[in-house]
């Protein structure tokens, strides 16, 4: 990793750095804070704010630090590492990949007080919103709005209908956080501190202005918005898991000198098949998190150079992470594996990286979809629509 702390730091003001960070992050975890009140803190979203997490990827125009995506996904490996849910929220700092859809104007508006501002999104389904001659009207359910709880602004999917037609493609209407309800339905076997709960809107009228079609090409100049956002929104998920399998191999590699078998055997590290089977996943963590950042590159090098990334440059980006999720949930698997009995007891640390690496596995970015799409993509055919 490149050193990020001479990009991500807290303002003179204080004595906390990244490093001092991601060990807070790292004990308040494994105190099971965050998994047992089912969000992250609003104490920790705050330091997220000071570290330059939700500015990391603004136009510095508007205030923001304005890094590459490679940049910004190191950081969200490195905080991962120290707990999977706090780097989860943590990814969802790529909201001006999003945000970018909106109109500039719009944009000046939202970030003039500050650029670090916390977005939380439910997108599907896309709701019915009725078209009024002053905005649309929002209501509805939405499922999944990870860190919805530390959030500012919040995005939810909408249908624009008049007169019970519809008019237009799905758009995205964004709306301050205190006009949401949040039900809290989140409760599942792991990454359980995103605070992944449903949002619910009631009859919100919300400015033309302040809504954007998901997926359209930003107008916006900057290099950062012609890089692929749907490719940027995998990858910024990817690497939590990526993050906690490099946590547990370091946490793997701590024990196993130390750990000897009830039975009276060597310690695990001298064991040979432990020696065998750790080199063995260690290599292809490696290998998967290598060529997952070489995708980025490529792309990220192809736009600074004025040219348009190829497909199968982008293709190659989104398998990269469907390949490296997997890799990571396995490696994770192994370390538990490895570690012996303790590690099945659920407040292990070991319980902990798999259940986080499994449920980044689950994710519909990291489906199988994704490999019958790179698939026809390398054969020269069209992919389904959206995978690009």
Not at 178 to 184: D, P, R, T
Not at 337 to 350: D, K, P, Q, S
Request: include cysteine.
């Amino acid at each position: 990793m490149n050193d990020l702390s001479r990009v991500f730091s807290f303002d003179q003001s204080t004595t906390v750095d990244l490093e001092t960070l991601c060990q807070e992050i790292r004990e308040r975890a494994i105190t099971g804070e965050f998994d047992d009140q089912a969000y992250v803190s609003q104490d920790m979203i705050q330091k997220l704010k000071q570290l330059g997490v939700y500015r990391a990827l603004v136009p510095k125009r508007f205030g923001g630090l304005e890094v590459s995506p490679r940049t910004f996904c190191e950081l969200i490996e490195k905080l991962s590492m120290a707990d999977g849910s706090v780097g989860w929220v943590a990814s969802f700092g790529m909201s001006p990949a999003y945000l970018g859809g909106l109109p500039e104007e719009t944009l000046q508006l939202l970030y003039k007080d500050s650029p670090d501002i916390v977005f939380a999104g439910g997108i599907f389904p896309p709701q019915p919103a009725e078209i009024t001659d002053e905005g649309v009207v929002v209501k509805g359910r939405w499922k999944f709005s990870s860190g919805c709880m530390g959030a500012d602004i919040v995005g939810v999917g909408i249908s624009p209908r008049k007169d019970n037609e519809a008019q237009g493609l799905p758009r995205m209407a964004v709306l301050p956080a205190h006009k949401v309800k949040i039900e809290m339905t989140w409760d599942t076997v792991g990454l359980k501190g995103t605070g992944s709960h449903d949002l619910v809107v009631e009859d919100v009228l919300v400015a033309k202005e302040w809504t954007f079609v998901r997926g359209e090409p930003s107008k916006l100049p900057e290099p950062f918005f012609k890089y692929p956002s749907l490719s940027l929104a995998t990858q910024v998920l990817t690497v939590v898991g990526i993050g906690v399998a490099a946590a547990a191999l370091e946490e793997f590699k701590k024990l196993a000198p130390g750990k000897a078998s009830i039975t009276g055997g060597s310690e695990i590290a001298n064991r040979p098949v432990t020696q065998y089977e750790f080199a063995q996943v260690e290599a292809e963590f490696k290998a998967a998190r290598t060529w997952f950042y070489e995708t980025m590159d490529a792309v990220w090098n192809e736009i600074l150079a004025g040219q348009k990334p190829t497909e199968q440059q982008i293709s190659d980006m989104r398998l990269s992470c469907t390949h490296a999720a997997r890799v990571a949930a396995r490696v994770a698997r192994k370390m538990q594996m490895l570690a012996g009995m303790t590690a099945i007891y659920t407040n292990n640390v070991f319980s902990r990286f798999v259940n986080d690496t499994n449920v980044v596995t689950q994710h519909a970015f990291m489906g199988d979809a994704t490999l019958q799409n790179a698939g026809s993509v390398s054969f020269g055919l069209k992919p389904t629509p959206g995978y690009l």
